[in-house]
Antibody, heavy 119, light 107 residues
Framework: EVQLLESGGGLVQPGGSLRLSCAASRFTFSSYDMSWVRQAPGKGLEWVSEISGNGRNTYYADFVKGRFTISRDNSKNALYLQMNSLRAEDTAVYYC????????????WGRGTLVTVSS | DIQLTQSPSFLSASVGDRVTITCRASQGISSYLAWYQQKPGKAPKLLIYAASTLQSGVPSRFSGSGSGTEFTLTISSLQPEDFATYYCQQLNSFPRTFGQGTKLEIK
């Protein structure tokens, strides 16, 4: 089955770091851009970051720029989000999603992983 | 950044009703717009891409239209499983912003 599976979420103190992973299966991972989207409790969807298929191009929302780093390892079919200097407002479920080129929509999403930033 | 404004934010309707949700962009985005459905505790599900193309497997009662700055998602005859929150997303430029969502509730 074609799927994405996030991991790495958990409870972290303000100012701390966390690394999220997203494992992709049963599609040609390196052919697709990948993105991270988050959703704070009871709130709407918020685009966080995107990376090109070859990993050379990365894009960030202003509210994470300089704190989060998106990366990928195509040999492992894995996407990552390194999150540093975490704030309470970063508390959210983080989803990874596969991006289809040319129209750039996401037609495959993981189940999400919860990140809670609290002391 | 391109802002997306959905209206209404909340919608109460009955099974069998025809409903329309609007998404307005702060600047032109051609047809680079997608619509997603999300149910509580679940990941978003793609319904429509390129403003009007129905994703494979999505029922034909869902349709999308528009280009430029104004877009609509229409559900022709609401079914019980359609009560959810709907989001538009612009894909014309970075950051890839979402609308604030429209929660569709049972009347």
């Amino acid at each position: 089955e074609v799927q994405l599976l996030e991991s790495g979420g958990g409870l972290v103190q303000p100012g701390g770091s966390l690394r999220l992973s997203c494992a992709a299966s049963r599609f040609t991972f390196s052919s697709y851009d990948m993105s991270w989207v988050r959703q704070a409790p009871g709130k709407g969807l918020e685009w966080v970051s995107e990376i090109s298929g070859n990993g050379r191009n990365t894009y960030y929302a202003d509210f994470v720029k300089g704190r989060f780093t998106i990366s990928r390892d195509n040999s492992k079919n894995a996407l990552y989000l390194q999150m540093n200097s975490l704030r309470a407002e970063d508390t959210a479920v983080y989803y990874c999603a596969k991006v289809v080129a040319l129209d750039w929509y996401s037609n495959l999403w993981g189940r999400g992983t919860l990140v809670t930033v609290s002391s | 950044d391109i802002q997306l404004t959905q209206s209404p934010s909340f919608l109460s309707a009955s099974v069998g009703d025809r409903v329309t949700i609007t998404c307005r962009a702060s600047q032109g985005i051609s047809s680079y717009l997608a619509w997603y459905q999300q149910k509580p505790g679940k990941a978003p599900k793609l319904l429509i891409y390129a403003a009007s193309t129905l994703q494979s497997g999505v029922p034909s009662r869902f349709s999308g239209s528009g280009s430029g700055t104004e877009f609509t998602l229409t559900i022709s005859s609401l079914q019980p499983e359609d009560f959810a929150t709907y989001y538009c997303q612009q894909l014309n430029s970075f950051p890839r912003t979402f609308g604030q969502g429209t929660k569709l509730e049972i009347k």
